[in-house]
């Protein structure tokens, strides 16, 4: 199973920007989908955005046209470019690969 780890949250204000980073421990992830989910207190996780092994990506609609998902498949990496971010985007971000593989987290916070 591919261990993947997340970086790259933080506090950030409205209307900023962040980039999270997944970390694949395997090139077996080149062959996989990949996903950022998110979960804020009191809420079940959520989809955020997923881009299959071939590239394609689809986004939930709250965030679409302000996140970016992409991958670097040379580095077995996942990122998740997250723009103009709101209050309401604040929460653990996880990343996930081939619907298994889980990372551990990383928290988003946005200031008002």
């Known amino acids: 199973q591919v261990q993947l780890v997340e970086s790259g949250g933080g506090v950030v204000q409205a209307g900023g920007s962040l980039t999270l980073s997944c970390t694949a421990s395997s090139d077996e992830v080149r062959v996989l989908g990949m996903g950022w989910y998110r979960q804020a207190p009191g809420k079940q996780r959520e989809v955020v955005a997923r881009i299959t092994n071939t590239g394609s990506a689809d986004y939930t609609d709250t965030v679409t046209g302000r996140f970016t998902i992409s991958r670097d498949y040379a580095k077995t990496k996942g990122y998740l470019r997250t723009n103009s971010l709101k209050p309401a985007d604040t929460a653990v971000y996880y990343c996930?690969?081939?619907?298994?593989?889980w990372g551990q987290g990383t928290q988003v916070t946005v200031s008002s």
């Open positions: 996930c690969a081939g619907s298994k593989s």
